[in-house]
């Protein structure tokens, strides 16, 4: 006898695209193969806190797969632990995670999916440790949870780039310039490797490599030594120059990482302007990483994430997150999934493969 009959899902964290696709396959799995029902809280643990929801049946996913961000909404603010209130004028931070608990309970809600980046997922934890049965599914563009061989949205945010480098290429080409393109990553420089792999890059630069504006300027002078005047950079946003320091845009005080890392994209231009004889423009490419619609494979990672998420709320184990490992779908402990962040071997093979083909990552 099932003791699980109804669900709830929520979306946490910055959008990615393939959230939907998520839902679609949890909502359609769980209705169908496991006779529960399911209830969706709006804009993340927002809605949890607040008690706002709606009910999921197959007809709110019908048509959404191919859809970018979440029919739920999301917000990277509203952590129930720590949720800013206003008192005389000042805000406070204040636990109100017993209340987020007693608006499950009074829905009936017997598992919570929540599926998030690594602040969501601590919140997930913290949830379970509190007696909540909780579901993880990792989500992030940035492709940095260790969990997970591979996020959903991180293929999307790949190809968006490897575009964006196909289009700078003709102005690099034409105009003889050194075009910079930024992307985002946090402390990650997925994104930037694997787009500048891509993209036929001359220079990535990856937070995990700290770079030489000297070895920079080799690169692009000996490539017009051969007769090539332009160079394409591509510069993860958590870039660090060697003794440097990551350029921080803004600091967001109610968000679960209130650092929000972005600049070093102009201050490589202006740097390199100064350095080589060519002209420098630089592109950030922001946002769009996470906008439209997935990719295909995004498309059947979300899903095949959903239906797992979906057939363990319904059966256990409770407290644990789905990954892709390998070729398979496995579930792991959120407490494992959340213990580190996964970033780029500088030893790595890919590293090795992207320097054999001619990529300078400014060392
Ligand atoms: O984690 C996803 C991500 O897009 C990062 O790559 C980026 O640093 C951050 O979120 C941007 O956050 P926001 O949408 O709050 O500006």
């Known amino acids: 006898m099932n003791s699980i009959k109804r669900i709830a899902v929520l979306t946490g964290g910055g959008d990615a695209p393939g959230l939907n696709g998520v839902i679609r396959a949890i909502v359609k799995t769980a209705i169908s193969r496991h006779q529960l029902e399911v209830y969706g809280f709006l804009d993340g643990f927002y809605g949890l806190i607040t008690n706002k929801y709606i009910k999921l049946e197959k007809s709110n996913v019908s048509g959404i797969l191919q859809r970018g961000g979440t029919i739920l909404g999301t917000s990277n603010r509203d952590n129930p632990f720590r949720f800013p209130v206003k008192k005389n004028g000042e805000t406070i931070y204040c636990d109100v995670s017993d209340d987020a608990i007693k608006n499950l309970e009074n829905l009936n809600i017997d598992v919570l999916v929540i599926i998030g980046g690594d602040g969501s997922l601590n919140i997930a934890h913290e949830l379970s440790q509190k007696g909540v049965k909780v579901i993880?599914?990792?989500?992030?563009?940035?492709?940095?949870?260790?969990?997970?061989?591979?996020?959903?949205?991180?293929?999307?945010?790949?190809?968006?780039?490897?575009?964006?480098?196909?289009?700078?290429?003709?102005?690099?080409?034409?105009?003889?310039?050194?075009?910079?393109?930024?992307?985002?990553?946090?402390?990650?420089?997925?994104?930037?490797?694997?787009?500048?792999?891509?993209?036929?890059?001359?220079?990535?630069?990856?937070?995990?490599?700290?770079?030489?504006?000297?070895?920079?300027?080799?690169?692009?002078?000996?490539?017009?030594?051969?007769?090539?005047?332009?160079?394409?950079?591509?510069?993860?946003?958590?870039?660090v120059e060697k003794e440097g320091q990551m350029v921080v845009a803004k600091m967001i005080e109610e968000s679960t990482d209130p650092v929000r890392l972005g600049g070093i994209g102009q201050v490589v231009t202006e740097r390199l302007a100064k350095?080589?004889?060519?002209?420098?423009?630089?592109?950030?490419?922001?946002?769009?990483?996470?906008?439209?619609?997935?990719?295909?494979?995004?498309?059947?990672?979300?899903?095949?994430?959903?239906?797992?998420?979906?057939?363990?709320?319904?059966?256990?184990?409770?407290?644990?997150?789905?990954?892709?490992?390998?070729?398979?779908?496995?579930?792991?402990?959120?407490?494992?999934?959340i213990k580190e962040l996964k970033t780029v071997n500088p030893n790595g093979e890919l590293v090795e493969a992207a320097k054999s083909v001619g990529i300078s990552f400014g060392i």
């Open 275 to 337: 350095l080589v004889g060519l002209e420098t423009r630089v592109t950030v490419l922001g946002h769009l990483q996470r906008g439209g619609s997935p990719t295909a494979t995004d498309r059947i990672l979300s899903s095949r994430f959903g239906v797992m998420a979906a057939n363990i709320a319904a059966k256990g184990p409770w407290g644990h997150m789905v990954a892709l490992n390998g070729k398979d779908i496995i579930n792991v402990p959120i407490v494992e999934g």
């Open 136 to 239: 993880g599914v990792p989500k992030t563009i940035d492709n940095d949870l260790s969990a997970t061989d591979v996020t959903f949205g991180f293929d999307t945010a790949v190809t968006t780039a490897t575009e964006a480098l196909d289009k700078l290429h003709t102005t690099a080409e034409s105009h003889h310039r050194v075009m910079v393109l930024e992307v985002m990553g946090r402390y990650g420089g997925w994104i930037a490797l694997y787009s500048g792999l891509a993209g036929g890059a001359d220079v990535i630069l990856i937070p995990e490599i700290a770079f030489d504006y000297t070895k920079i300027k080799e690169k692009i002078e000996a490539r017009m030594a051969e007769g090539k005047l332009f160079s394409i950079i591509v510069v993860a946003e958590g870039a």
